[in-house]
């Protein structure tokens, strides 16, 4: 069983940055790709962020490219995203998920099996 666990959610202000962790269980993380999603009250889970799982390739939402980074960490088993300039609308709960074993990554929901419980992150303006 996989589990994945974000932090580093919180309430900040528009401009500010935050740094969003995944810290996933088990022996096989550095064979996935990982990436991040994220869903605002009465929308849909959307996509943000992909990485590969040699974290080599990255894939980004458009409206998130220049402001956010992907990143890997696999001796720590851990997947970030990096916030900076963050914007009211980027107010949402974040999701990590794991991707297909041994891929690029994946902008389709239906392409991860394990989620994480998420993490709010919330931007006033």
């Known amino acids: 069983q996989v589990q994945l666990v974000e932090s580093g959610g919180g309430l900040v202000q528009a401009g500010d940055s935050l740094r969003l962790s995944c810290a996933a269980s088990g022996r096989t993380f550095s064979s996935y790709a990982m990436g991040w999603f994220r869903q605002a009250p009465g929308k849909e889970r959307e996509f943000v962020a992909a990485?590969?799982?040699?974290?080599?390739?990255?894939y980004y939402v458009d409206f998130v490219k220049g402001r956010f980074t992907i990143s890997r960490d696999n001796a720590k088993n851990t997947v970030y995203l990096q916030m900076n300039s963050l914007k009211p609308e980027d107010t949402a709960v974040y999701y990590c998920?794991?991707?297909?074993?041994?891929?690029?990554?994946?902008?389709?929901?239906?392409?991860?099996?394990?989620w994480g419980q998420g993490t709010q992150v919330t931007v006033s303006s």
């Open positions: 990485i590969s799982w040699r974290g080599g390739s990255t």
């Open positions: 998920a794991r991707g297909a074993r041994y891929s690029s990554g994946s902008y389709s929901v239906r392409q991860y099996d394990y």
